[in-house]
């Protein structure tokens, strides 16, 4: 009587964990995601996402001069987040302006955007996967 009140059990908590998520959940979930800082929430767009709203506010290569020279997105603001004047540099734009960040991979990109909540900024979106997934998904990139 034990073994089968346990193995029951065991058998109804494993269906509970092993279920999957809704596509809608899953849908939501790829569409765009934010992770929370003290000034706000960075958001995270998918190219084709970033490739439609971006156009709304100031996009911003936060890549190196070097990288940069392999390629951008066509009338992106370039700033080098490892420049040790970055801030002062993006202080230039608006705190009411979206601005859309970019880097090679995203995790960069990420960091400066949690920079920007953490200095006013309200508005600050970042590219899934940076311009690597851009690249690949074939959207157009100038020199």
Known sequence: MKSTLFSTLILF??????QSPSSSEVSKAATASSSTTAGGSVVTLTVQDFAAKS????????????EVAQGKIEG??????YSPNFLDQVSQISKG??????????????????????????KVYHLQGG??????EGMAMAK
Request: proline letters at 0%; a negative charge.
């Open 13 to 18: 908590f494993t269906s509970i964990a092993c």
């Open 131 to 136: 311009i690597q997934a851009w690249s690949q």
């Open 55 to 66: 156009s709304k506010g100031t996009l911003l290569d936060v890549r190196t001069a070097g």
């Open 97 to 122: 302006q979206e601005l859309y960040l970019y880097c090679a991979v995203g995790a960069r990109s990420e960091e400066a955007a949690r920079m920007l909540l953490q200095q006013g900024y309200t």
């Open 76 to 81: 992106a603001l370039v700033i080098d987040f």
